[in-house]
């Protein structure tokens, strides 16, 4: 079985430019979530979907910021204009089901805005 | 609310010592789980042990087991006959057992295993 992918692995951008993350749960997975984590910092909650509906967005930084999950399966969060404090991981997990156990986590995208 | 603390922002361990990396926690939720991630230099993110906090034992998994301790709000990682293969970023997480999903994260201790 696959587990959570994520395009593009690194991504260098200028400022005011505009960058597109991809997530791909595994597959069956209702849950899907999104984190960052700033250089140094913890590792913090930005959304979470239930299929393709928003349960929970509370952690989304700024209108800069724009997550979708389309058909309930994979995910993009989009950056429109990258900022310089927007540089840092992005993680994508996935779980099977509400108030499972376990969050299966991507590899992560690094974004460095420039 | 919830918080990680992890004040061990990183460990030197000799190989085959056990290692013990520590977390508090604090929160308002009357259930809650707590999580143990482990990040290579690869960047993906391992699941490596779970504690709910009505579980009356502490969890272990392998090498890994978790030092629960409610009173206090600690619930440390203990890692036997530490391995070279065990050098990562590790984080401990919480999340409210019901609803609300989102895991909170410390921000880690870096473990180096010296041969």
């Known amino acids: 079985e696959a587990g959570v992918t994520q395009f593009p692995s690194h991504s260098v951008i200028e400022k005011g430019q505009t960058v597109t993350l991809r997530c791909d749960p595994i597959?069956?997975?209702?849950?899907l979530y999104w984190y960052r984590r700033v250089m140094g910092k913890e590792i913090k909650f930005l959304l979470h979907?239930?299929?393709?509906?928003?349960?929970?967005e509370s952690g989304m930084p700024n209108n800069r910021f724009l997550a979708e999950r389309t058909g309930g399966t994979y995910s993009t969060l989009k950056v429109q204009p990258a900022e310089l404090e927007d540089s840092g991981v992005y993680f994508c997990?996935?779980?099977?089901?509400?108030?499972?156990?376990?969050?299966?986590f991507g590899p992560g995208t690094r974004l460095t805005v420039t | 609310a919830q918080k990680i603390t992890q004040t061990q922002p990183g460990m030197f361990v000799q190989e085959k010592e056990a290692v013990t990396l520590d977390c508090t926690y604090d929160?308002?939720?009357?259930?809650?789980?707590l999580f143990w991630y482990k990040q290579p230099s690869s960047g993906e993110m391992i699941f490596l042990i779970y504690?709910?906090?009505?579980?009356?034992q502490n969890a272990t998994e392998g090498r890994y087991s978790l030092n629960f301790q409610k009173a206090r709000k600690s619930a440390n990682l203990v890692i036997s006959a530490s391995q070279l293969g065990d050098s990562a970023m590790y984080f401990c997480?919480?999340?409210?057992?019901?609803?609300?999903?989102?895991?909170?994260f410390g921000t880690g201790t870096r473990l180096t295993i010296i041969p």
């Open positions: 979907f239930v299929k393709e509906s928003k349960q929970d």
């Open positions: 597959s069956g997975h209702d849950n």
């Open positions: 504690q709910g906090s009505y579980d009356q």
């Open positions: 997480a919480m999340r409210a057992y019901f609803g609300n999903e989102k895991l909170t």
């Open positions: 997990a996935s779980s099977p089901d509400y108030g499972g156990r376990e969050q299966y």
């Open positions: 929160t308002s939720d009357p259930s809650y789980g």
